[in-house]
């Protein structure tokens, strides 16, 4: 971020144009003063030149005070008739003055509260974040971004679209609620000028982030976004770090290059598709995805070890009794989840989950542990899965791509899909990217009608994936949930008749369709946008998390993962979460929490608990899940 001089004088217009911007009551307000300051100084010299003014200070003041309330009174004078005559043609061309004046002064504040209106003005703030495009993420951009501002004393979000000023500011005054002390500012005008880039000032920002549009050619438009951005700050010396999301792996190379070194590019569509696998997987792990990368809850922190140093990394489990540690960060690359007898360098950052960056403070929790509780034996063998995906969609390539990459021998998917929605050569081109180990097999079908789910044994699969169509040339980006709401009241339907519950995992455009998901308490549904939007708030706050989230996410390397509590702690033994930490630390796993199945129906999160205090004791059943992160 650049510190740089701004002239008193621009200082002031941008204050007052930001008045101006509020609306009538200021223009009134600021017409009240202007008159004040100009009569009432003209009143006191009147009166103070008055040779019959009285002499007390108070009476002289009682007689300003009743001349500027005379200010403008027609006809004051009094006696011959010519005397009389000419005071009214006074009043006449003092009355005509004012009125041309008032005229010439409300047409030019009007059409400077147009240009206001229209955004067009320059933001003049430092350290404030700028968002440039709109789509469905914009929402939950901005609400993170507020939200992590929440306890700094002034934060600012400028938002940059081709939309119009007021509309933005209304939208996102309706679905983002009240900001606080951040500063919400919408300027208007095309995200590839770079003419107009200035106007949100990026020279001066903290974190630049660029949203894709809605549309099939958003990737291109991302890449132009980001050449004009730097073509804007070309001849500045530092530049903010950039954030930006393409949802085509093809584009990710050519943003790169032109967000610079520092820039990070996020696939959207391929980090959906990883995310819908992983909860395919293991139900409820959408969820835990939800908590770490929201604002509201724990989050990922780097902090600093020093009396760790030359101690492995196993004790630094037990270290923390209200963080969870999971890696290091030694320079820039994250080490998630390393070996327990791993030695902690003197320069090495944990990478720890906590509520803030001040609640991570050390503290011995070996004596917490109750080793007569932990749990003996191998784990449960990985057995094939039959995965049944419902609807087809440019992702769906990805899916059965990052579900091949770990496919026991005997594996399989089965898609159903409308003869519009995918070709046979689709599916033979992922079929031949899928590998020997998982068979793909399509079913042409209507997946809105009851008797396309009912000539399948869907009770037989591990996990039923439900994606909706590509929005079609015309047709609003959210419109494909139409559809998936459909298909999620048929296998709901499906559900009540047998009375067992399905493993659905859904993936929804719009945010808000997920109160009207006929689904179970316990099914999954991701909200494609949303995650990336929540990514990208969470790497503009610190670039470093960029390594670990593309750790995290990634198909082949180390996740989050839920396993069942009976792999850590004896069944039916009341015992601490720190006995479950040292349990997972024998087995080379970082627990970061758990699932309670009893639970579930009745609190807010189906029972996920993330980061719990190593000191909290509970009883442990054979349904519960520890979510830990380690490798497949």
Not at 78 to 89: E, H, I, Q, W
Request: proline fraction near 7%; charge should be negative; hydrophobic fraction near 45%.
């Amino acid at each position: 971020m650049v510190q740089r001089r701004t002239p008193f004088g621009d200082k002031a217009r941008y204050w007052f144009d930001s008045t101006l911007a509020r609306g009538s009551s200021a223009l009134v307000g600021w017409m009240a003063l202007v008159c004040l300051a100009i009569v009432v100084p003209a009143s006191a010299v009147l009166v103070w030149t008055d040779p019959e003014a009285p002499a007390p200070l108070t009476g002289r003041l009682a007689q300003v005070w009743r001349l500027t309330g005379e200010t403008l009174r027609l006809g004051g004078a009094t006696g011959a008739p010519l005397r009389v005559t000419m005071s009214v043609l006074l009043a006449l061309v003092a009355l005509l003055y004012v009125s041309t004046l008032v005229g010439l002064i409300t047409t030019a504040l009007t059409e400077r509260l147009t240009a206001l209106r229209r955004g067009r003005s320059t933001v003049l703030e430092q350290g404030h974040a700028v968002v440039l495009g709109w789509s469905e993420q914009v929402f939950t951009v901005v609400s993170e971004l507020v939200a992590a501002g929440a306890n700094q004393r002034r934060t600012a979000v400028a938002v940059l679209s081709d939309r119009d000023k007021t509309a933005m500011e209304e939208a996102l005054n309706t679905k983002v609620g009240p900001v606080g002390r951040t500063r919400l500012i919408c300027r208007s005008g095309p995200t590839t000028d770079p003419a107009v880039l200035t106007l949100t000032s990026p020279a001066t920002a903290g974190v630049v982030l660029v949203l894709p549009r809605d549309e099939p050619d958003a990737d291109a438009e991302v890449v132009k976004t980001l050449l004009a951005l730097r073509a804007a700050l070309a001849a500045e010396t530092s530049r903010p770090p950039v954030v930006a999301a393409v949802r085509d792996d093809r584009y990710r190379l050519a943003a790169s290059l032109a967000a610079g070194p520092g820039g990070v590019i996020l696939e959207s569509d391929t980090v959906t598709a990883r995310l819908i696998v992983q909860a395919a997987r293991r139900p409820g792990l959408s969820l835990v995805h939800q908590e770490l990368l929201d604002f509201a809850g724990d989050e990922f922190y780097l902090v600093t070890a020093p009396d760790l140093a030359g101690r492995p990394f196993g004790d630094a489990l037990l270290s923390y009794p209200t963080s969870s540690v999971v890696g290091l960060m030694r320079a820039e690359t994250p080490l998630l989840n390393p070996p327990p007898q791993t030695t902690v360098a003197p320069d090495d950052l944990l990478i720890v989950i906590s509520r803030d960056d001040d609640t991570a403070w050390p503290a011995d929790c070996a004596e917490l542990v109750d080793k007569s509780a932990i749990a003996s034996g191998p784990s449960a063998p990985a057995r094939p899965e039959r995965v049944l995906l419902l609807g087809w969609n440019r992702r769906a390539p990805l899916i059965v791509d990052q579900l091949c990459r770990r496919a026991r021998p005997g594996s399989a998917v089965d898609v159903v899909a409308h003869d519009g929605e995918v070709t046979v050569r689709q599916v033979s081109e992922a079929d031949a990217r899928s590998g020997s180990d998982l068979t793909l097999t399509m079913h042409h079908g209507d997946v809105t009608r009851p008797e396309t789910l009912r000539r399948l044994d869907v009770h037989s699969y591990d996990s039923v994936i439900v994606l909706g169509q590509d929005p079609a040339p015309g047709e609003r980006p959210d419109d494909p949930d139409n559809r998936t709401l459909v298909t999620l009241l048929l296998l709901r339907q499906l559900e009540e008749a047998t009375g067992r519950e399905l493993p659905v995992v859904t993936e929804l455009i719009d945010d808000r369709n997920r109160a009207l998901a006929p689904i179970s308490p316990g099914a999954d549904v991701i909200i494609s946008g949303k995650l990336i939007g929540l990514l990208m708030a969470q790497i503009s706050q610190n670039r470093h998390l960029a390594a670990v989230f593309e750790e995290l996410f990634s198909a082949d390397g180390t996740g989050v993962r839920m396993r069942p509590a009976t792999d850590y702690v004896l069944p039916g033994r009341e015992t601490s979460f720190a006995t479950v930490v040292a349990a997972a630390r024998d087995r080379g796993e970082c627990a970061i929490g758990y699932r309670s199945r009893d639970s579930a129906p009745t609190t807010p999160g189906p029972g996920v608990r993330i980061n719990p205090p190593k000191s909290e004791r509970r009883r442990w059943t054979a349904g519960d899940e520890v979510v830990v992160v380690s490798a497949d």
